[in-house]
């Protein structure tokens, strides 16, 4: 019967093609994109950790050298955060939004297929920097003295201060673009206070992102011009303070975190009411707290600067308000607790992967409280005690928060199910492999070990967890292979899974599944949150589904991607000169101005 | 670390803490001698004021997180979806629940603010006046130790005197580093352009290695140090050994050919040797034949792994500025046999 409902509902303006992709201005296929692309970047990093983890299992190991292994956590940290959980985010924002509010696609369509087009080939740039002349190999969060001409004389951090920039511009249009479409394209009667938790915490994320973004992109600018025309603002020689760069850095990299974490927390907020078959506990607590996460974040960034002695008053300062964003984070746990108290739950890998990340968070963000007390942190901080912290914030919560949407959401993005047996294999393996990999981290990281060394002594104690470690990061490569079987199987020949497999409250669950072009061929009537919970809104929603006329939807335009790889190449022509910069010019407003004049028929 | 008990106004701490410690310490074994890198193994009064206050946190972190992980279990054993469950009633929320689970994290937070400001102030404050001074420079990618007030100077062994307070300065030449004995406190970073200070008094005595904790570049995992806690004798007769002029070897001794393969080489112009020359970019080597380590702590100090080091710098330690002079064999014998002399 649901095979039926698919067809009759397959949008006659259905294309196929590599060309229709290239071109697409759907915000489903583009969120597709940004999907597969992302995962694609996950296993790179994945790969990346998992060279690192080798030669970290046994001390005075010779199996890569130093400048290597400076490369591989500098670009696995890199990827991991821009190129995967961020992208891996945007993907759901993509392809959920739309749907989830009950629109037909996003308020710019090209300017989504333009951001996509630019992550993408920001990505790939930065990647090349491997293949030319070494990749950047001064971490993830590039201290300045040590990113100056000076000490890092090859391209390796040009690829990374560059490769940002481009990757920042994705960002900002995204985020501009998710603002303006949840602002103002969600149904009739859909208020802001009957929102799915997911569109709030994308609305929260990406005012972090447009307001946290410039702080990063004038601190490359600062060293892009330090690199490329010798001014002097991280030149400890000509009197420049180097923690200016800390500042900057961190004024970005603590919102940063809560940009990788907010959508995993919307997620989790509409899973779990989904398969304990009862409403948020607390709904408005749970956006308030997500809001006063967002407003905090922006006032504790020196909590990663404590032993660049900042003096006691700052010190304490941050540490308080650092303890301060615990409030709102238990907050949540508690209501996401008490949502499932009474409930009648259903362990569908989905929620299995959404109470992974409730007990994994949990764990992370008490062994963040453990070093926002500063004389602690002063032991802890640049230990493997903040691996561990900062992987059970980012694996045990966004990356399980991401799993648990892809299962929940697959069925609606593909019209099929995935394998539930594989599912549950790939939840259990990943709980154990984690937790083997980065649990033993605490107490390395307690007993002495630093972070960012690519040896150790013999005698220090260190062996047998690192040996852990790397068995647990070898048994995590096998479980994500168990998720790729698993997905690339099910898009195939999974079970079909009709418009609602799983009672699911918001719109997205009213239209077939995969969803029409259009999503919904009239505007649903939003009555209330959880509409497809309450008899008349479902009604409204269920109606949407009959089209009643015409319907008008934006054309494919090849400019987003002639835009996107100008100004990637005109950005790329710092490193390789004028003849790759003008032309990049000359095609990016050429693409501009093609798209500004473009019919839109 | 049976030494707990006895510091001064921690004693109300009931015995549940000492048992999250203890668990704590025991699940990752007990002796500095398997973990001689240990933050927690506390032998400095700021060690301990950290330890103190790292055990409370411990302490709260446990019982949250136990509490947490029980109900989250319980509710999804109790609550799971049953044949014939009926369906759940829609509750949308619980103004009270909501209060008291704000109310509680808060209370909790206070709890662990207060003694942590406390222990910010006492640890940042004026170091006591009687304390030793010890100037620490990071350079690329080893530890020098100035004495301003002994006159004494040194690389990647540190020396100080047991129970006497130590007010150490922390410098750097080129990038950031990061100035890290666990064993006596937390790290403090060293910053081009500002100097930072931190003081502690060791309270036993003993060898503890300590390293750089911020990427430097290349070889920032080969920027190791020791630090030496000696009797108030053994250090006073450090201090004197140190300030002694370099030994001078008789001129047919291997040694003596070593000295002259020093002063008409290239080593001059980056280390310095008391009266022969004053190169500030390697360490001082006046006394060199009195540490146990070279290359920034990295290999022990012996004839063999000194030749090997003088021989070929760039092959025993990544990027070091130290150059491959390509010297013969028997320069590099000399050479070894002259720095062995300089005790």
Known sequence: MATTVATAHAPAETQSGVWSWITTVDHKRIGALYGVTAFIFFMLGGIEALLLRIQLMKPENTFIGPDVFNQLFTMHGTTMIFLAIMPLSASFFNFMIPLMIGARDVAFPRLNAFSYWVYLFGAIFLNLSFVL??????????????????YSPGHGVDFWAIGLQILGVASLAAAFNFIVTIVNLRAPGMKMMRMPPFVWMTLVTSFLIIFAFPVITVALVFLLFDRFTGTNFFVPAAGADPLLWQHLFWLFGHPEVYILILPAMGIVSEVLPTFSRKPLFGYPVVVYSGIFIGFMGWGVWSHHMFSVGLGPLADSFFAISTMLIAIPTAVKIFNWIATMWGGRIELKTA??????????????????????????????????????????????????????????????????????????????????????????????????????????????????????????????????????????TSVRSGKVAGNDPWGG????????????????????????????????????????????????????????????????????????????????????????????????? | MAVRGNRAGFSRWTGALFAAATLALLATGCSLRDFPQSSLHP????????????????????????????????????????????????????????????????????????????????????PPKDAIHVKVVGHQWWWEFQYPELGVVTGSEMHVPVNKPVAVDIETVDVLHSFWFPAVGGKRDAVPNHTNRM???????????????ELCGISHANMRMKLFVDTPEAFAAWV?????????????????????????????????IDGISAGTIGPNLTHFGSRTSIAGAIYDNNTENLAHWIATPDKRKPGTLMLNLGLEKAQVDALVAYMQSLK
């Open chain 2, 43 to 126: 032998h400095s009064d700021y060690a301990w004021t950290i330890q103190h206050l790292l055990e409370q946190l411990t302490f709260w972190v446990v019982v949250i997180f136990a509490l947490v992980q029980a109900l989250l279990i319980y509710t999804v054993i109790r609550f799971r979806s049953r044949p014939g469950a009926p369906d759940p009633k829609p509750v949308h929320g619980n103004t009270v629940l909501e209060i008291a689970w704000t109310v509680a994290p808060a209370i909790i937070l206070t709890v662990i603010a207060v003694p942590t400001v406390m222990a910010i102030f006492q640890t940042q404050g004026k």
């Open chain 1, 133 to 150: 002349g070494g990749a950047p190999d001064v971490g993830w969060f590039g201290y300045s003295n040590l990113t100056s001409s000076q």
């Open chain 1, 351 to 488: 929620m299995l992967f959404a109470l992974g990340f409730i007990c994994l968070f949990t764990m992370g963000g008490l062994s963040g409280f453990m070093h926002a007390s500063p004389p602690a942190d002063l032991q802890q901080t640049d230990t493997y005690f903040v691996v561990a912290h900062i992987h059970y914030v980012l694996f045990g919560g966004a990356i399980m928060g991401i799993f648990a949407g892809l299962y929940y959401w697959f069925p609606k993005m593909t019209g099929r199910l995935m394998n539930e047996k594989l599912g549950q294999i790939h939840f259990w393996l990943t709980m154990i492999a984690m937790n083997l990999t980065f649990f033993p981290m605490h107490f390395v990281g307690l007993l002495g070990m630093p972070r960012r060394v690519y040896t150790y002594a013999h005698g220090m104690g260190f062996d047998t967890m690192n040996l852990m470690s790397t068995v647990g990061a070898l048994l995590l490569a096998i479980s994500v292979l168990v998720f790729v079987i698993n997905f690339l």
């Open chain 2, 240 to 272: 004197a050994d140190q300030k002694k002029p370099p030994a001078e070897p008789d001129s047919s001794t291997l040694a003596g050919r070593g000295k002259l393969e020093f002063s008409n080489g290239a080593c001059v112009s980056c280390h310095t």
């Open chain 2, 199 to 213: 003081f502690f008094t060791p309270d036993s005595v003993g060898e503890f290695p300590g390293q750089c904790a």
């Open chain 1, 505 to 601: 409250a918001s719109l997205e669950w009213a239209i077939p599944s995969p969803p029409p072009a259009y999503n919904f061929a009239s505007l649903p009537v939003v009555h209330s949150l959880d509409p497809l919970w309450h008899t008349e809104s479902r009604e409204s929603a269920l109606a949407s589904n009959q089209r009643t006329g015409p319907i008008h939807m934006p054309p494919n335009s090849f400019w987003p991607i002639v835009s996107a790889f100008g100004m990637t190449l005109m950005m790329s022509g710092m490193i390789f000169g004028w003849f790759a910069g003008i032309p990049g010019l000359i095609i990016m407003l050429v693409g501009i101005y093609s798209w500004a004049f473009e019919p839109c028929v």
